[in-house]
């Protein structure tokens, strides 16, 4: 396993409880967030195929995308984390895998989500992410993106009462829309939003799709 996913997964393993409570009604708190994933489904449309959630943590977010009609399923590094969704969301598939070799075919999704999980991937393994994504989904699908604002690196070394090592990297959006044009999507929006209620950094969201 690449150097940088190892402690990634034991991160994650390690908080996936605490982290499980603490984000469960995330998106109910975020009126932003809740509409810009509903324009998300509503691009992709109710009849198109699988729509991938990377980096699906616990869950919640994959069970709010079926919940607006979308055939989604998780995708994540930690196998914890998986079964706590898989117990959360009995219904629902989720696999275990990482971003930087998605085990998807070729234009198989209609449209992938990775909401705040590129933030682990270091700054020269994003546009293999990226272009991975591209590869996964067919022509026309829909890519939606979060992640933090800001610039470098961060060690988180506690969460939840636990010692970790878990690393984000914060990114300002235009550089990263531009890695999203190389690698052969075409942004169509791009939203900022500052910090609310404990949170203490800028969210940025992209909007994004294949290019036919």
């Known amino acids: 396993m690449t150097d940088f996913l190892t402690p990634t997964k034991t991160a994650y393993d390690t908080i ?15 009126p932003l967030e809740r509409n810009l994933l509903a324009t998300f489904a509503e691009l992709v449309g109710p009849d198109a195929g699988p729509v991938a959630d990377v980096g699906c943590g616990h869950g919640y977010l994959t069970a709010r995308l079926n919940d607006l009609g979308l055939n989604a399923f998780g995708i994540d590094l930690s196998p914890n984390m998986l079964a706590r969704a898989r117990a959360d969301y009995p219904k629902l598939r989720f696999e275990e895998g990482s971003m930087t070799a ?5 234009g198989e999704l209609a449209g992938l ?8 991937i270091p700054e020269p393994q994003l546009p293999q992410v990226f272009t991975g994504f591209h590869r996964a989904l067919a022509p026309g699908g829909q890519l939606m993106l979060a992640f ?23 990114r300002q959006p235009e550089p990263v829309a531009e ?34």
């Open 16 to 30: 996936v409880d605490g982290y499980a409570e603490h984000a469960r009604d995330e998106y109910a708190r975020r």
């Open 102 to 106: 998605l085990d998807i075919g070729d």
């Open 179 to 212: 890695l999203l044009t190389q690698a052969g999507f075409h942004v169509h929006a791009r939203v900022r939003r500052e910090p609310m209620l404990t949170e203490q950094i800028p969210r940025a969201y992209l909007l994004a799709s294949k290019n036919a």
């Open 148 to 170: 933090l604002i800001g610039d470098g690196h961060v060690l988180r070394t506690e969460a939840y009462g636990h010692t970790i090592a878990l690393d984000y990297w914060l």
């Open 113 to 120: 989500v990775a909401s705040y999980s590129t933030i682990h």
